[in-house]
């Protein structure tokens, strides 16, 4: 019996893709931080149920009354020792301008969803890669306001007992707060601590004038969380202490980000391979060509790899009945 020897076919490890080498080494976690192309189903999907959520647990945070007016009363007293207790004086200066505090509270109902949704969804289309990072920020900072407003209960400057504050909403009959005329049953009034008025706008607005190529856009976004903080005092909805608290909750979700990916947000790459079996298919077609090479007959070979040797023998069917 002869010998059989079995080769291994070379070149079959080098035509494997490299998508599937690199996915092999990669374990759950790391392919988790990896930035990814976002899926808009995915997206709007968890905005609304993370917004559900977080109106639900903000909402049904006990309204504790006595101690949220007494904290407003010790931070209005910490201003004052600061000197920088002057809401009183813009709100009732900004309430005598009939046209101007009559769209600070419009300001104040609308633009902090519609610019935060409006900055989601340009970094979904312009800037994927870094998108999921940056939506990242936004949602531990949302997070951990939530644990401010149990463990803080803050009653604004309009609720204050003794105090001279304005409530615009009232006194000009605009639908600008969720917790002031018939909407106040909607809404906890006393989780004035942090501010995310102050948290979003300054989450947009860093995400603007880091990213944005356009000049003016870049001051568009850095003018928009100081005319939020103007528009939070005037209205008497917030203490300029407040504004602190939601920075600190911005700094914690850029630190969470930042531990997540290892980089800033805004230092990813801008954009990402497209996800799904389209990217791997021309590499995952390689292999096949080249094993269609191998089983294709070479000259002078039969389909199994053994030479031919019928050709060059005569041919029998022409020279069988002439012998020399």
């Known amino acids: 019996m002869s010998e059989t020897t079995v080769t291994k076919p ?43 959520t977080y109106s639900l647990v903000r909402n049904a ?28 004086s813009v709100n009732h200066a900004v309430n005598s301008v009939h046209w101007l505090i009559i769209g600070m509270n419009y300001y104040y109902a609308t633009l902090h969803f519609i610019v935060t949704l409006g900055v989601l969804v340009w970094l979904y289309r312009r ?46 009959q605009t639908w600008g707060s969720m917790a002031s005329g018939d909407l106040k049953h909607m809404s906890n009034q006393y989780a004035a601590m942090p501010s995310m008025h102050i948290g979003w706008s300054l989450w947009c607005g860093l995400t603007i004038a880091a990213l944005a190529t356009v000049p003016w856009a870049r001051v568009l976004g850095l003018l928009y969380p100081a005319l939020t903080l103007v528009v939070i ?10 504004a602190v608290g939601g920075m600190l909750c911005l700094a914690f979700g850029f630190a969470v980000a930042r531990l997540w990916y290892g980089r800033q947000p805004y230092a990813l790459p801008r954009t990402v391979p497209a996800r799904g079996p389209r990217a791997s298919r021309p590499a995952a077609r390689r292999p096949e060509a080249g094993r269609a090479e191998a089983r294709r007959p070479e000259a002078g070979t039969s389909g199994r790899g053994v030479p031919d040797r019928s050709r060059g023998l005569p041919d029998k069917s022409r020279g069988s009945s002439a012998r020399p």
Do not use: C
């Open 61 to 88: 945070v006990p309204e504790q009354k006595n101690e949220a007016l007494r904290n407003a009363d010790w931070i209005w007293r910490v201003e004052h020792h600061l000197g920088i207790a002057v809401e009183e």
């Open 233 to 242: 005092v005037a209205t008497a909805n917030h203490f300029w202490l407040d």
């Open 10 to 52: 070379e070149g079959l490890e080098a035509a494997l893709p490299e998508t599937v080498a690199a996915d092999s080494g990669q374990g759950p976690l790391r392919r988790l931080r990896t930035p990814r192309r976002p899926r808009l189903w995915f997206e709007i999907l968890l905005i609304a149920v993370s917004y559900w």
């Open 127 to 172: 800037h994927p890669g870094r998108y999921a990072a940056t939506r990242l920020v936004l949602f531990a900072t949302t997070a951990v306001a939530l644990v401010g407003y149990y463990l803080y209960p803050l009653a604004p400057p309009r609720l204050m007992n003794g105090g001279d504050f304005i409530d615009t909403v009232m006194v000009h």
